[in-house]
């Protein structure tokens, strides 16, 4: 088609129009003007009054409408302020993980020149450890569009690790296309202190085994002295019956069987103290009284030395994964506190009961004893690291280690309160 013909038919199409719009324009002021000459001057001046009002009006909307505007403006400018100043990092992602948006924030924590996230895959910037972990949420979220959140570790644009808190949803309001709107917090410093916290309490731990293990050794004494007395009797009547040439075979084996059985026993005592000290052994599907009369087999005889009755009241057969060691730390703890304070208070008939009771979600175990209770200004502190009411003979940490163990380990509760008798350490594993 020749360009010189295009540019002359759209000149007299336009020609032609502006006619068509001239007789249209005549046609109503012809009309217009026959309107007014049947109108009396009142009303021309009425409708010339409203039509100026009218335009007032326009006007006054137009400064509103500008006003508004400038305000929305202003806001918008907050917004984006706030948007890119906020101290998390906020990016867009579409569904195949490619990043849309990214605030300065965003590009502040990955090392990266402000606008050149956009286009870069998001996986990039996570830990290799932490991929699957972070490919099996986003898969979640997809499929679910249930919000996330998650603790992982991310990667600058020079390789270098630190920690974020990224939580993670759909948006489909804007159009059909889905876009996942995903917020990071830097974490790193609070996981250094948490790493920091947990290795004291490593060393806190260590310390109360430590401090422990003279009441240890006073325990094995305890457990070893009757044994050790029956032997000693069975070896004197062995070599009186022999200087007497009154020691039969038959009475000779069975002191023998006597001895033996003692030095089983002796054998077995010096196991429970060794699986005590055992550091990191897995967890073990027991009953809670099993673990209970285990601990009394080791402070069972310091006990009785102390004419100290132990009842124990068993009402679950229920079996929990549990780490024996430490739960046997945290019970002799209890226990040991439960004597030391009968022995200063100087009860008539001491008595400790053990119970072991259930719930539909729990294991309650109780230690209650019949001291007194425990007074209400040390009530508040006694589970407080290096606090101690035993002087110099004390260290402090052995409450604060149980409750640790106890709520670190076994994911329950330690608490204590008085009864009309004395005091109760309850125990809550679920």
Not at 107 to 118: D, F, I, Q, V
Request: aromatic fraction near 6%.
């Amino acid at each position: 088609m020749d360009p010189s013909n295009s540019c002359k038919n759209k000149i007299v199409s336009h020609i032609s129009l502006q006619k068509n719009a001239k007789i249209v324009a005549k046609r109503r002021a012809t009309s217009s003007l026959e309107l007014l000459q049947q109108m009396s001057l009142e009303d021309i001046a009425e409708i010339f009054h409203n039509l100026e009002v009218h335009q007032i009006e326009l006007e006054m909307q137009n400064n509103e409408l500008m006003e508004i505007q400038e305000q929305l403006n202003q806001s918008k400018d907050h917004y984006c302020k706030l948007y890119n100043r906020s101290p998390v990092g906020y990016i867009t992602l579409n569904p195949q993980n490619i990043i849309l948006h990214a605030n300065l924030t965003a590009h502040t924590l990955l090392e990266n020149p402000k606008y050149t996230l956009s286009g870069q895959p998001f996986t990039r910037f996570i830990d290799g450890e932490d991929q699957d972990k972070y490919y099996l949420l986003h898969q979640k979220l997809l499929e679910s569009n249930e919000p996330y959140f998650c603790e992982l570790r991310m990667l600058t644009r020079e390789g270098t690790i630190f920690w974020v808190c990224m939580s993670c949803h759909i948006d489909t309001k804007n159009d059909s296309i889905p876009r996942i709107n995903v917020v990071i917090n830097d974490i790193t410093k609070r996981k250094e202190i948490e790493t920091k916290l947990k290795s004291n309490e490593e060393i806190l731990l260590i310390q109360s085994r430590q401090a422990a293990m003279g009441e240890m050794i006073s325990m094995i004494a305890h457990q070893w002295r009757q044994p050790l007395n029956i032997m000693g009797l069975a070896i004197s009547n062995i070599e009186m019956k022999r200087a007497l040439n009154t020691l039969s075979d038959t009475e000779f084996e069975k002191k023998i069987e006597v001895i033996t059985n003692n030095i089983t026993f002796m054998s077995e005592t010096i196991d429970d103290f060794r699986h005590f000290f055992q550091p990191n052994q897995p967890k073990e599907e027991l009953k809670v009284a099993s673990v209970l009369k285990s601990t009394l087999d080791i402070i069972g005889k310091s006990l009785e030395h102390h004419s100290i009755t132990v009842s124990l009241e068993e009402n679950t057969q229920r079996l929990l994964p549990l780490f024996k060691s430490q739960l046997i730390q945290v019970l002799l703890n209890l226990i040991n506190n439960a004597k030391e304070a009968l022995l200063i208070n100087q009860i008539p008939s001491p008595s400790i009961t053990l119970a072991v009771n259930e719930s539909e979600e729990n294991i309650i175990i109780s230690v209650c004893d019949n001291a007194g209770g425990i007074p209400q200004k040390v009530m508040e502190r006694i589970s407080e690291p290096y606090f101690t009411t035993k002087g110099l003979n004390g260290t402090g940490l052995g409450l604060y280690i149980a409750k640790t163990i106890i709520e670190r380990n076994f994911n329950g509760t330690l608490t204590w309160h008085n009864k009309k008798e004395g005091a109760c350490f309850v125990l809550t594993l679920s």
